[in-house]
């Protein structure tokens, strides 16, 4: 059984650039949520995808967009990159009803 | 809205018990998790309650009273490798759980 993995690890954009992000769930979990966890602050819920479907939202602008695909897996895309979007991105995956989530590794994206 | 308060750092000696609280304020419950993280890591899962009361995971238990919006999560017999930041969340969402977590607590076991 493979954990979450994301990629990539690093990346390094520059303002006003477009990125995107990528997830794969554990084996059989079929909910993904995405996280952003700036440096010594905790993570912030950007939203959660289940059944290829946005199934909540945190308080985060349009620019930020996901996908999920059929094998769960998924995709955030930010438009206009901002320096305040520098941060750790991370991801998770359960069961849709389960209250245990796993997270990634993250990728830590750096906007100059 | 949703708001999470917990100590930012704490310090104590290996061997010893520690306690980190957590008080919230929220619009939506569907339950309180503890997780670690550890430098340059993601989060690992500790705990989760949804009733008032104790849970106890060998080390680790951690403790709910929804009527007052508090959590803690007790450390025993600490180790060195329990330095690291101890995430306190909340989780609403229907079916689902989407966690508001606060700022993180760091802990630093001292010899």
């Known amino acids: 059984e493979t954990g979450v993995t994301q990629s990539p690890t690093h990346l390094i954009k520059t303002r006003g650039q477009q990125v995107t992000l990528r997830c794969s769930s554990q084996?059989?979990?079929?909910?993904v949520s995405w996280y952003q966890q700036a440096l010594g602050q905790g993570p912030q819920f950007i939203f959660q995808y289940y059944r290829e479907e946005e199934n909540g939202r945190g308080n985060f602008p349009p620019r930020f967009s996901g996908l999920q695909f059929p094998n769960y897996s998924s995709e955030l895309n930010v438009n206009a990159l901002e320096l305040d979007d520098s941060a750790l991105y991370l991801c998770?995956?359960?069961?849709?009803?389960?209250?245990?989530?796993?997270f990634g590794p993250g990728t830590r994206l750096t906007v100059t | 809205g949703q708001n999470i308060d917990q100590p930012t750092e704490m310090t104590a000696t290996e061997g010893a018990i520690v306690q980190i609280n957590c008080t919230y304020q929220?619009?939506?419950?569907?339950?309180l998790f503890w997780y670690q993280q550890h430098a340059g890591e993601a989060p690992t899962f500790l705990s989760y309650?949804?009733?008032?009361g104790l849970e106890e995971k060998g080390r680790f238990s951690s403790f709910l009273s929804r009527s007052k919006g508090y959590s803690y999560l007790l450390l025993k017999e600490l180790q060195m490798k329990d330095s690291a930041s101890y995430l306190c969340a909340v989780g609403s969402g229907a079916g689902s759980y989407q966690l508001t977590f606060g700022k993180g607590t760091k802990l630093s076991v001292i010899p």
């Open positions: 309650n949804v009733l008032d």
């Open positions: 929220t619009s939506g419950f569907n339950g």
């Open positions: 084996s059989g979990h079929n909910t």
């Open positions: 998770a995956s359960s069961f849709f009803y389960s209250y245990e989530q796993y």
